[in-house]
């Protein structure tokens, strides 16, 4: 988990989203690179004679300059701390400018609430961490939650947070009753334990819906992150617009997420 890609944007959330990345990489060791994006096609006018579609290029110029203003300022900020960094600029719409920039990312760092935090686990990205709403996450995390159904995308989550595992003083296995799949959870407290990670599973008596039943668990063990697989491909509407995973993308106070397809 040594190279960080962080989405840069002027939204409220940004501070706490850097200060996030800033503190991973300090604990890894890692690289954050910041992305700044200006998407040209939403600045395509269609022409009213009928004519087509054509590049308001003033308007163009003008958001490339502000950005590039904008990721001047970012690498000031940057070399004040201590941690290496590079400003990456993009000029495409922000899934597709993400994907490309995360081909040799280990971690693509968000804000929870981020719109395109869903679409985003499904395009292909390296696992992707959701900073906390309006506070920044501390490393090493006391406590850490593992979702565990014994899919594929649980297994693919928990394969990629183990650099974080490996330094957090607790790690908590939930399952939820029923919920089991292929892969027994032993066998992910297993594959931990060749890491050096102590975990410990927990089986969550099911009252009500799965996703009600797990938030319950997370808050029982009172873990600052939680780790989970992100559902796709034939289950995207699934994915998109409900289910476990839409649940705690939605939950205003939740932790911090660490999800993978």
Same mark, same amino acid.
């Given at each position: ?26 604990? @890894?060791?890692? #690289? ?11 600045? $395509?006018?269609? *022409? ?12 163009? !110029?003008?958001?490339?300059?502000? =950005?590039?203003?904008?990721? =001047? ?8 701390? =201590? %941690?290496?960094?590079? %400003? ?20 693509? %760092?968000?804000? #929870? ?22 506070? %920044? ?24 947070? @183990? ?8 790690? #908590?296995?939930?399952?939820?009753? =029923? ?7 032993? *066998? ?5 334990? !060749?890491h050096g990670v102590k975990a410990e599973v927990q089986t969550i008596a099911r009252v ?5 039943? $797990? ?9 600052? $992150?939680? @780790? ?17 995973? !839409? ?13 993978? #397809?």
């Amino acid at each position: 988990m040594r190279s960080i890609l962080v989405y840069a944007d002027r939204s409220e959330e940004m501070e706490n989203r850097l200060q996030t990345a800033l503190g991973l990489a300090r604990a @890894v060791e890692g #690289h954050v690179s910041l992305l700044v994006d200006t998407p040209v096609a939403n600045f $395509l006018a269609m *022409d009213a004679m009928g004519g087509g579609g054509y590049l308001a290029a003033e308007a163009v !110029r003008e958001a490339v300059s502000r =950005d590039d203003a904008y990721a =001047d300022e970012l690498a000031e900020q940057m070399r004040r701390e =201590d %941690v290496p960094f590079d %400003v990456l600029r993009g000029e495409e719409d922000p899934i597709d400018a993400l994907v490309e920039a995360s081909r040799l990312a280990d971690l693509v %760092v968000l804000s #929870h609430g981020a719109e395109l935090a869903s679409e985003l686990a499904v395009a292909g990205t390296p696992p992707i961490l959701l900073a906390p709403r309006g506070r %920044v996450l501390q490393f090493p995390i006391d406590c850490v939650a593992v979702a565990w159904d014994g899919s594929d995308e649980a297994a693919a989550a928990l394969r990629g947070s @183990v650099p974080l595992l490996k330094q957090a003083g607790e790690v #908590h296995v939930l399952v939820v009753e =029923d919920k089991s799949g292929v892969l027994p959870p032993l *066998d992910a407290v297993t594959y931990l334990s !060749r890491h050096g990670v102590k975990a410990e599973v927990q089986t969550i008596a099911r009252v009500g819906s799965v996703e009600e039943s $797990l938030a319950a668990g997370v808050a029982r063990v009172r873990a600052s $992150l939680l @780790v989970m697989g992100a559902f796709g491909h034939s289950r995207l509407r699934e994915f998109l617009m409900g289910g476990v995973t !839409r649940y705690f993308l939605e939950l205003e106070d939740g932790p911090a997420l660490l999800f993978a #397809h």
